[in-house]
């Protein structure tokens, strides 16, 4: 069965700091990648899209993937308390050129 | 967001009625998709619609779930004989806007309760 495995968390950083989300999947011949951050009571919103390995910058936020390991992760550096919200890790997997498999999420709180 | 629109925001329903649930999307999407998202998990996905193709269907839990997508534009998702593990929030999603072309888009869903 192909699957997308995050830690739930809930991670708890303090403001300022440098927060870590990491995310595996199952299907080795995946290439599409993605994290969305959903807000409580809110709908998902793409973050980033990431489809080469090593790292992506976008601002604050830095996608790394390692395809050889089946790992993606998302760095944000001077965690704010607006970033407090669950981040999903989404992976269009191996043979499906539209499905997107999403992991159950990542609960962040950012300390002020 | 980017042009989803979905109603109603909420419904509540007793157990045993029958549910339809509307994705008004951008005019111009490629593609449209509906999830459902229970308390405390990720996204599940229902249906898949693309152009003139046959749906993707694979997502749907029962035959008691349905959707049709009408004119390649407005969906509707209808749950017969609703229960209340049928209680979630229904996300309906785009892809093929002009700004991106695969990138999902979703709307603000549906919370069903059933009661």
Known sequence: QKEVE?????????EGAIASLNCTYSDRVSQSFFWYRQ????????IMSI????????????????????????LIRDSQPSDSATY?????????????????????TVNP | GAGVSQSPSNKVTEKGKDVELRCDPIS???????????????????IYFQGNSAPDKSGLPSDRFSAERTGGS?????????????????????????????????????RLTVL
């Open chain 2, 74 to 110: 407005v969906s509707t998702l209808t749950i017969q004989r609703t229960q209340q593990e049928d209680s979630a929030v229904y996300l309906c999603a785009i892809t093929g806007t002009p700004t991106s072309t695969d990138t999902q888009y979703f709307g603000p869903g549906t």
């Open chain 1, 51 to 74: 489809y080469s390995n090593g790292d992506k910058e976008d601002g604050r936020f830095t996608a790394q993937l390692n395809k050889a390991s089946q790992y993606i992760s998302l």
């Open chain 1, 88 to 108: 999903l890790c989404a992976v269009k997997m191996g043979g499906s050129n539209y499905k997107l498999t999403f992991g159950k999420g990542t609960l962040l």
């Open chain 1, 6 to 14: 995050q830690n739930s968390g809930p991670l708890s950083v303090p």
């Open chain 1, 39 to 46: 807000y409580s009571g809110k709908s998902p919103e793409l």
């Open chain 2, 28 to 46: 111009g999407h490629t593609a449209l998709y509906w999830y459902r998202q229970s308390l405390g998990q990720g996204l599940e996905f229902l």
